[in-house]
C-alpha cells in the first residue's frame, strides 16, 4: 500500500488458493482470494484507507473530527479501525437490515452506530446515504467519505487488489468474477486486469432486480426500478457513481435464497464458510455455468469480500438448512 498516511495495520496482499473441489465441480481452474485476511476481516479496508488519507491529505478533515459513512458493515468497520487508530470519530449509519454480528463488530471498533431504514432506496430522508450526508452536513469538523460516489474507491482496487492478482496469478488469470454494490472493486480490479490483457473476462454479479444488469447493457437505468431481494453488500436501484462499466463485460443476477443453499453446499464440501456476497459468485457460477463455457485450462477468480462468520445466523443458522430442490441439483 501507498502509505503516506501511516497507519499500524497492514492492508492488502491477501492470499489467493486454488479450490479443488470447485474445480473439479466446474470442471476448469477455480482460484478464490480470501479478502477476510484484512484487518478488518473485507475487502472494504481497502477503499477505506484510500478514502481516509485522501481526506487527510486534502485537509477536508483536521485532527480529532469524526468519519461519516453509510455502510452495511464492512466499509464502515475498515473506517472505524483505520479512523480509530489515527484518532479520529467514527459515525456509522447502518442499514436495519444489517447483520448483528457486523454491528457488533463496529461497536468494538468504537464507532457510533444509528440504525436507518433504506427500504425506500438510498435517495430517501432516512436512508443510510441521505442521513449520513446531511449529519456531515451540519457537524463541524466531519468528513462524509461517501463511498458511493468517492474516486478514492475504484482507486484503492486500481491501485492494490487488480496488481496483486495479476502477480499473484502470474498474469495467467483468464476470468475475474465478484459481486457488485458500490462497483468499486469491479471497476478498479476489471480496469487494471483490462490493461494488462484485453481477453481477461470481468463478470459481476448481483441480486435479481437489481439494476446494474441493465444498466451495463443499455447504459440508462430502467423506467421502473423495483424492490428486490438484497443480498448483503451487494444489489442496487440506483447506479453509484463508483460503477465503471467501461471494463465489465458481463454482470449475472442470482436469486437470493439459492445463494443461501450454495453457502451451505460449499460448507458442506470444503468446511469453509463463505459470506453471502460471495455465496452469490457461488450461485452465479451454478445457475450459469453453461453460458459461462469455461474451458479446462482456465483460470477463473472468484473474489470473495469477507467471511462467513459476518453472516452466522443470515446463513449458517441451525434450522436453514439446503432446500431439497436445490440440494438435489447442486449434488447432481
Ligand atoms: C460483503 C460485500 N460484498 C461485496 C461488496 C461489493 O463491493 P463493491 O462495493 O466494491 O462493489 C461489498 C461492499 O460493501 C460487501 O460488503
Redesign the pocket.
Known amino acids: 500500500m501507498n502509505n503516506i498516511v501511516p497507519i499500524p495495520l497492514s492492508i492488502g496482499n491477501t492470499p489467493i488458493r486454488k479450490c479443488d473441489f470447485l474445480s473439479e465441480y466446474f470442471k476448469t481452474n477455480i482460484f478464490v482470494k480470501d479478502e477476510f485476511h484484512n484487518p478488518g476481516m473485507?475487502?472494504?479496508d481497502r477503499?477505506a484507507y484510500f478514502m481516509i488519507q485522501d481526506a487527510i491529505q486534502r485537509n477536508r478533515i483536521q485532527a480529532g473530527g469524526t468519519f461519516v459513512e453509510a455502510?452495511?458493515?464492512?466499509?464502515g468497520l475498515g473506517i472505524a479501525l483505520i479512523a480509530r487508530q489515527l484518532g479520529y470519530k467514527v459515525k456509522i449509519f447502518v442499514s436495519k437490515s444489517c447483520s448483528q454480528e457486523k454491528i457488533d463488530k463496529l461497536e468494538e471498533a468504537g464507532a457510533s452506530i444509528e440504525l436507518c431504514d433504506n427500504s425506500n432506496g438510498l435517495q430517501d430522508f432516512q436512508s443510510t446515504q441521505f442521513r449520513a450526508q446531511s449529519f456531515a452536513a451540519k457537524e463541524q469538523n466531519a468528513y462524509f467519505t461517501n463511498?458511493y460516489y468517492n474516486t478514492q474507491?475504484i482507486r484503492a482496487?486500481y491501485r492494490t487488489t487488480g496488481p496483486e492478482i495479476w502477480e499473484q496469478t502470474d498474469g495467467q488469470i483468464t476470468h475475474f468474477l465478484?459481486?457488485?454494490?458500490?462497483?468499486?472493486?469491479?471497476s478498479g480490479v476489471g480496469r487494471f486486469l483490462k490493461e494488462q490483457a484485453k481477453a481477461i473476462r470481468i463478470w459481476g454479479v448481483e441480486p435479481r432486480g437489481s439494476i446494474l444488469q441493465h444498466y451495463l447493457k443499455h447504459r440508462t437505468a430502467p423506467n421502473a426500478v423495483r424492490p428486490f431481494d438484497a443480498i448483503?453488500?451487494?444489489g442496487r436501484n440506483f447506479v453509484p457513481g463508483?460503477?465503471d462499466p467501461q471494463p465489465i463485460d458481463q454482470i449475472f443476477q442470482v436469486e437470493k435464497d439459492v445463494s443461501i443453499d450454495m453457502a451451505q453446499w460449499y460448507y458442506q464440501h470444503t468446511d469453509i464458510r463463505c459470506?453471502?456476497?460471495?455465496a452469490a459468485v457461488l450461485a452465479s457460477l451454478k445457475c450459469y455455468s453453461a453460458a459461462m463455457r469455461f474451458h479446462s485450462d482456465d483460470n477463473v477468480l472468484l473474489f470473495f469480500?469477507?467471511h462467513g462468520s459476518?453472516y452466522l445466523s443470515k446463513l449458517y443458522a441451525e434450522n436453514s438448512k439446503v432446500s431439497t430442490s436445490n440440494a438435489h441439483s447442486l449434488n447432481g
Do not use: L, M, V
Open positions: 473485507s475487502s472494504k477503499p455502510s452495511s458493515g464492512n466499509t463511498q474507491n482496487h465478484c459481486g457488485i454494490g458500490t462497483g468499486g472493486t469491479i448483503e453488500g451487494i463508483s460503477f459470506g453471502f456476497s460471495s469480500p469477507d459476518r
